[in-house]
């Protein structure tokens, strides 16, 4: 069993910084991928970006390639998320997903752990 807890969201300005964290409990995470999905009000969940077990592939979504880094600490069983030139329309949920056959997918169903969210918004 793995417990995910996102912590670091906020209140940020356009073109501002956040890094989002999702700290794990379970000896077996460092073998997951880890993925980050977001969900705006009305809309459906959508990938953001993910990272392999090992760290040594990262996925992201169009919409944020280039401004936003995937990252994780094993040791800390922790996955990092860092936002840079944040967009209003980057304004979300934003959830942190385990993937035990650690392939790093851009389908939320390939995940089986979910934490609770952290809130990202930025204004214009």
């Known amino acids: 069993q793995v417990q995910l807890v996102e912590s670091g969201g906020g209140l940020v300005q356009a073109g501002g910084s956040l890094r989002v964290s999702c700290a794990a409990s379970?000896?077996?995470?460092?073998?997951?991928?880890v993925g980050w999905f977001r969900q705006a009000p009305g809309k459906e969940r959508e990938f953001v970006a993910a990272?392999?077990?090992?760290?040594?592939?990262?996925y992201y979504a169009d919409a944020v390639k280039g401004r936003f880094t995937i990252s994780r600490d094993n040791a800390k069983i922790t996955v990092y998320l860092q936002m840079n030139s944040l967009k209003p329309e980057d304004t979300a949920v934003y959830y942190c997903?385990?993937?035990?056959w650690g392939l790093g997918s851009k389908i939320p169903s390939a995940y089986d752990y979910w934490g609770q969210g952290t809130q990202v918004t930025v204004s214009s």
């Open positions: 997903a385990a993937d035990p």
């Open positions: 379970g000896r077996t995470f460092s073998t997951y991928a």
């Open positions: 990272i392999t077990w090992s760290g040594g592939n990262t």
